[in-house]
């Protein structure tokens, strides 16, 4: 999981990628590929 500034981008690269909030974090999460996770912070 990659922990980066700006979710926009993370969430563009690929289409199955979705915004999710858990526990006050933003995270990117992606069912098909799970290369694409990403959490803000």
Do not use: C, E
């Amino acid at each position: 999981m990659k922990i980066v500034n700006s979710l926009k981008t993370v969430k563009n690269r690929h289409k199955d990628s979705r915004l999710v909030r858990r526990r006050g974090r933003i995270y990117v999460i992606n069912r098909r590929n799970p290369r694409f996770k990403a959490r803000q912070g």
